[in-house]
């Protein structure tokens, strides 16, 4: 029994480039346009999940209206949570606290902002929700619409990457991630790139 897991990262929201954890922005003209580029007019999918912070939903509820696929919402998949970084970007915060930014990079188990998520806690979270897509739809393949941050904590739950080292995968916007599933045996497929044809 095979099950496949696409990951999706949003487009681009308004605003650009910054820590935006749960600050709920909405993708922007050109964060669309990444998206719709991804997937193209492809849909293999058997459903699809979705984070349900609107500059992911609002792409997946566009898609599996167009397609006809069941959409499902879990908060679990919701990005973590940045506390005082929220909504400010790598400069502003660097401003403020130099080095601070390199620090979290290098050690994000344990140079975190004031007041986010646990890492582990976020990785809890996410793993649930990872382990309910592979029971509940055994054998489909699903698409998961989410974040830089969830897809990380996708690689360390199936590929058992160390969290202090989840920080050092790149995940661009609207890039796409497939990892399979045979038994308890995980794969990547592909890592940051998308179905629409080049």
């Not at 998520?117 to 990872?130: C, K, T």
């Not at 509940?136 to 698409?143: A, I, T, W």
């Not at 996708?154 to 790149?170: C, G, M, N, S, T």
């Not at 599933?181 to 044809?197: N, T």
Request: aromatic residues 6%; proline residues 6%; glycine residues 10%.
């Amino acid at each position: 029994m095979t099950t496949t897991l696409d990951l999706l990262r949003h487009g681009e929201p308004v605003g650009g480039r910054k820590y935006r954890g749960q600050i709920d922005d909405p993708l922007s003209e050109k964060g669309w346009a990444q998206m719709h580029a991804a997937v193209g007019d492809t849909a293999p999918w058997t459903r699809i999940v979705s984070s349900p912070l609107q500059r992911c939903r609002a792409f997946a509820e566009i898609l599996a209206d167009r397609h006809g696929l069941l959409l499902t919402l879990d908060e679990r998949l919701a990005e973590v949570g940045f506390g005082v970084w929220e909504g400010r970007s790598a400069a502003e915060i660097e401003q403020d606290a130099p080095g601070a930014v390199a620090r979290f990079k290098h050690d994000p188990v344990n140079a975190r902002p004031e007041g986010a998520e646990p890492l582990a806690e976020f990785h809890g979270r996410v793993a649930a929700a990872l382990d309910a897509i592979l029971a509940q739809h055994p054998d489909e393949h699903v698409l998961l619409v989410g974040h830089a941050g969830v897809i990380r904590m996708a690689f360390a739950w199936a590929l058992h990457v160390p969290l202090a080292h989840a920080y050092r995968i790149e995940v661009a916007n609207a890039g796409l991630t497939r990892l399979r599933f045979d038994g308890d045996r995980a794969s990547l497929v592909f890592h940051g790139g998308s179905l629409a044809p080049r």
